[in-house]
């Protein structure tokens, strides 16, 4: 089972950007699906997550700019970041989870990893 995200790279303060992660290994049409990200010498942070059935969830922090999304079809989900900020700046990691509600995802209790990748962004 991998979960492969790539999208990352360095860009400009207001623009926007759009990570994809790929899933192999198993369908995942059935798991929730969604984002972290962490700066070093900080915890993994939850962005945002998409049930099975496509319903979002994003906590406080992360509402307005954050935009996930997925293809059950491709197995693949989405994270689209509006408005970058130098404060995204971050590796950010899907991931796959059975079973928990997207609201009370916790980076202790997630299923599978990917493999990050690193956005920078520059003012």
């Known amino acids: 089972v991998q979960l492969q995200a790539f999208g990352g790279g360095l860009v400009q303060a207001g623009g926007f950007l759009r990570l994809s992660c790929a899933a192999s290994?198993?369908?995942?049409?059935?798991?929730?699906m969604g984002w972290f990200r962490q700066v070093p010498g900080k915890e993994r942070e939850f962005i945002g997550a998409?049930?099975?059935?496509?319903?979002?969830y994003y906590p406080d922090s992360a509402k307005g700019r954050f935009t996930i999304s997925r293809n059950n079809a491709k197995n693949t989900v989405h994270l689209q970041i509006d408005s970058l900020e130098p404060e995204d700046t971050a590796v950010y990691y899907c991931?796959?989870?059975?079973?928990?509600?997207?609201?009370?995802?916790?980076?202790?209790?997630?299923?599978?990893w990917g493999k990050g990748t690193l956005v920078t962004v520059s003012s």
């Open positions: 998409v049930s099975s059935g496509g319903t979002t």
């Open positions: 290994g198993r369908p995942f049409s059935g798991y929730g």
């Open positions: 991931a796959a989870d059975w079973g928990n509600r997207l609201s009370t995802w916790s980076s202790k209790a997630i299923d599978y």
